[in-house]
């Protein structure tokens, strides 16, 4: 792990692997939207309407599984002092809280011709709700706070502490039975859901996991320059303070 925690060697490594991701992400984008709009067919009781998942499920999932990376990389900054996990926690944030959102919108378009309603208080919806609320207090901490290793020690216990509600999330439809429906793709005994569908949602899932690390490198490597500028400017203040203390 420390072989990687020189911050110079991260962005080297990141900005080679950078193109790549870039490519990847545009590629399956369109691929996925093609398949999802025009090859899939559509669902034999929601009709066109089943084609929101395509945007709503890898969104939902990539909200969870960011929120999961935060809490292990916040783990890993409060344990072993790793010098790029709590940037990486920081930088994943707002990308998590996107994601969670694009969910929520998405799952109301979608519930509306569904279920005939917008929103239920439910477990699955509520403790995604309380997801984004979390996202959100996390980078409240960040920026309440002048330190920024007391700042990210705050948060990166709020991420650890907030990671219960990921249990809960995943598995509220098994625990409660409410409108929403049980797991049909990530469960025991293989996914229900017919592979012309999930064909689609698959290329989809891979579009989003690509795009989540361009954006993740991208705002890693900002971070690290600003922490750079921020130690150069203590760095010329001090000295100037120590040469007019000298005349």
């Known amino acids: 792990m420390h072989r990687f925690a020189n911050p110079a060697r991260f962005v080297r490594i990141?900005?080679?692997?950078?193109?790549?991701?870039?490519?990847?992400?545009?590629?399956?984008f369109g691929i996925g939207l093609?398949?999802?709009?025009?090859?899939?067919p559509p669902d034999y009781q929601q009709g066109d309407s089943?084609?929101?998942?395509y945007v709503h499920v890898p969104a939902a999932?990539?909200?969870?599984?960011?929120?999961?990376?935060?809490?292990?990389?916040s783990a890993v900054a409060l344990i072993w002092r790793h010098p790029l996990a709590d940037i990486a926690a920081k930088s994943a944030a707002p990308i998590g809280a996107v994601f969670t959102l694009i969910a929520?919108?998405?799952?109301?378009?979608?519930?509306?011709?569904?279920?005939?309603?917008w929103w239920v208080w439910d477990a699955r919806l509520t403790s995604v709700l309380i997801m984004l609320f979390l996202y959100l207090g996390y980078m409240g901490l960040w920026e309440a706070f002048d330190d920024d290793r007391r700042a990210a020690k705050a948060a990166a216990i709020l991420a650890l502490v907030g990671a219960v509600n990921l249990p809960?999330?995943?598995?509220?439809?098994d625990w409660w039975n409410t409108l929403h429906q049980p797991a049909?793709?990530?469960?025991?005994?293989?996914?229900?859901?017919?592979?012309?569908?999930?064909?689609?949602?698959?290329?989809m899932w891979g579009g989003f996991a690509c795009f989540f690390a361009v954006v993740l490198i991208l705002r890693m490597q900002r971070e690290i320059v600003a922490r750079r500028i921020q130690a150069l400017q203590t760095l010329y203040v001090a000295a100037d303070g120590h040469a007019a203390a000298e005349t």
Do not use: C, E, N
């Open 61 to 73: 999932t990539l909200a969870s599984g960011v929120y999961a990376f935060m809490a292990i990389a």
């Open 184 to 203: 049909s793709i990530i469960r025991v005994g293989g996914p229900t859901i017919h592979p012309d569908l999930l064909s689609p949602l698959a290329v």
């Open 168 to 173: 809960i999330i995943k598995f509220s439809v």
């Open 14 to 28: 990141s900005s080679a692997l950078l193109p790549w991701l870039t490519g990847a992400t545009a590629i399956l």
């Open 50 to 53: 089943v084609r929101i998942m």
């Open 104 to 117: 929520l919108i998405t799952g109301a378009l979608w519930g509306q011709p569904t279920w005939g309603t």
């Open 34 to 40: 093609y398949l999802g709009l025009f090859v899939s």
